[in-house]
């Protein structure tokens, strides 16, 4: 009895003085600790999938609700079901679903925040990254680095839809966004399409071209066709059994990745092929963009299919399994983390 009163006035005491030094802003590491320093990451991110047959009317709605003039970027974001009103998939990603309807324009600006898209429906609209458009297919993995002047148009016949992937929460986090709208509606082309893919993505540069690796890459559209036959030829070789066939888009003058933020990738699943256990600390936003399969992440298992978005939040387990031959596509915070000297991986035996 003694002992307990004892430990119910020391504990008291303890309250009292946390309150004495709250009136400080101070307050004890000792009962914080172990959530700060964790012994393994534990994220705040819930496993999610997002099955685009099912909201693509909600995106063609937002169509008829609004312009891309008056939005300035008609986006439905994909919130993570655990970190609802913060408008991010993990705790440094953000993913939406942007749509342009036919003889639209989606204004130019630029930011601090690093972009990609990924074109998931439809054919014939544009982005211009810096007095440069691309024509946006299917598949195409397009990137808009960090303050970069960029704008969409479609001057097709139908709705196009991508997904973009921007580094927003991590900036965001940093206090280090800015934003800034261009003059006008559509910057001037000052170089013809494919310009940038002729001079840095065919294996040579500009014979003056000097480029660290900490600078974004110069290539900023990655046609899917091109992603497709690579993928192809190196499925002749065994699949690794944690990826499958699995590559990293890089900037080619650099061998580093895209954007300093944010690593894109991409992966063919032969029909049947089942990948062992896998988890890295790096929060996993994958998009499927032919087959269809499952994917285990942590205890959670996830039918998808074509244009289905699903999230594999940090230290993760995942095993996916392809019913039919699969491709993905998948980006994440991995190069960040790298630059930090944080990321880490485990593979299942």
Same mark, same amino acid.
């Given at each position: 009895?003694?002992?307990?009163?004892?430990?119910a006035s020391?504990?008291?005491e303890?309250?009292?003085?946390?309150r004495?030094?709250?009136g400080?802003?101070l307050s004890?590491?000792w009962e914080?600790? !172990?959530?700060?320093v964790?012994?393994t990451?534990r994220?705040?991110?819930a496993?999610?999938?997002w099955r685009?047959?099912?909201i693509?009317?909600?995106v063609?709605e937002a169509?008829?609700l609004i312009?891309?003039?008056?939005?300035?970027?008609?986006?439905?974001v994909?919130?993570?079901p655990a970190?609802?009103?913060?408008s991010?998939?993990?705790q440094?990603?953000f993913?939406?679903?942007?749509?342009?309807?036919?003889?639209e324009?989606?204004?130019?600006?630029r930011h601090?925040?690093?972009?990609?898209?990924l074109v998931?429906?439809?054919e014939?609209?544009?982005?211009?990254v810096?007095?440069?458009?691309?024509t946006?297919?299917r598949g195409?993995?397009?990137?808009?680095?960090s303050?970069?002047?960029?704008?969409?148009?479609?001057?097709?016949a139908?709705p196009?839809v991508?997904?973009?992937g921007?580094?927003?929460?991590?900036v965001r986090?940093?206090?280090? !966004?800015?934003?800034e709208?261009?003059?006008?509606?559509v910057?001037?082309?000052?170089?013809?399409?494919?310009d940038?893919?002729?001079?840095?993505g065919s294996n040579m540069?500009?014979?003056?071209?000097?480029?660290t690796?900490?600078?974004?890459?110069?290539?900023?559209?990655y046609?899917f066709?091109r992603t497709k036959d690579?993928?192809a030829?190196?499925?002749?070789?065994?699949?690794?059994p944690?990826? !499958?066939?699995?590559?990293?888009y890089v900037n080619?003058a650099?061998?580093?990745?895209?954007?300093?933020?944010i690593g894109?990738?991409a992966?063919r699943?032969?029909?049947?092929?089942e990948t062992?256990?896998?988890?890295?600390t790096?929060?996993?936003v994958?998009?499927?963009l032919d087959?269809?399969?499952t994917a285990?992440?942590?205890?959670?298992?996830?039918g998808?299919g074509?244009?289905d978005v699903?999230v594999?939040?940090?230290?993760h387990?995942?095993r996916l399994h392809?019913?039919?031959?699969t491709?993905l596509?998948?980006?994440?915070d991995?190069p960040?983390?790298?630059?930090?000297?944080?990321?880490?991986e485990?593979k299942s035996?």
């Amino acid at each position: 009895m003694h002992t307990d009163t004892a430990t119910a006035s020391a504990a008291a005491e303890r309250q009292a003085y946390y309150r004495r030094i709250s009136g400080h802003h101070l307050s004890p590491l000792w009962e914080v600790l !172990g959530a700060l320093v964790p012994e393994t990451p534990r994220t705040a991110a819930a496993p999610a999938l997002w099955r685009y047959a099912e909201i693509r009317e909600f995106v063609m709605e937002a169509g008829r609700l609004i312009s891309a003039r008056e939005a300035e970027r008609r986006v439905l974001v994909l919130e993570n079901p655990a970190l609802r009103g913060q408008s991010c998939i993990t705790q440094t990603l953000f993913a939406g679903l942007q749509l342009i309807l036919p003889g639209e324009v989606a204004p130019v600006h630029r930011h601090a925040q690093s972009a990609l898209r990924l074109v998931l429906d439809g054919e014939g609209a544009y982005t211009a990254v810096d007095g440069e458009r691309t024509t946006m297919r299917r598949g195409d993995f397009i990137v808009t680095p960090s303050r970069t002047w960029h704008d969409h148009g479609n001057p097709g016949a139908s709705p196009v839809v991508w997904l973009d992937g921007l580094d927003i929460p991590l900036v965001r986090f940093l206090d280090a !966004g800015f934003a800034e709208k261009g003059e006008g509606e559509v910057q001037r082309e000052v170089r013809p399409e494919g310009d940038s893919l002729a001079r840095y993505g065919s294996n040579m540069v500009p014979v003056d071209f000097a480029q660290t690796s900490t600078e974004p890459t110069r290539v900023f559209v990655y046609p899917f066709e091109r992603t497709k036959d690579a993928l192809a030829g190196i499925a002749r070789a065994p699949a690794d059994p944690h990826h !499958g066939h699995k590559l990293r888009y890089v900037n080619p003058a650099t061998g580093a990745s895209p954007m300093p933020t944010i690593g894109a990738f991409a992966q063919r699943l032969p029909a049947g092929f089942e990948t062992r256990s896998y988890r890295s600390t790096d929060g996993t936003v994958y998009v499927c963009l032919d087959g269809d399969g499952t994917a285990e992440i942590g205890d959670r298992s996830y039918g998808f299919g074509v244009n289905d978005v699903f999230v594999v939040p940090s230290w993760h387990a995942l095993r996916l399994h392809a019913a039919r031959e699969t491709t993905l596509f998948s980006f994440s915070d991995r190069p960040a983390q790298r630059a930090l000297g944080l990321w880490r991986e485990q593979k299942s035996d």
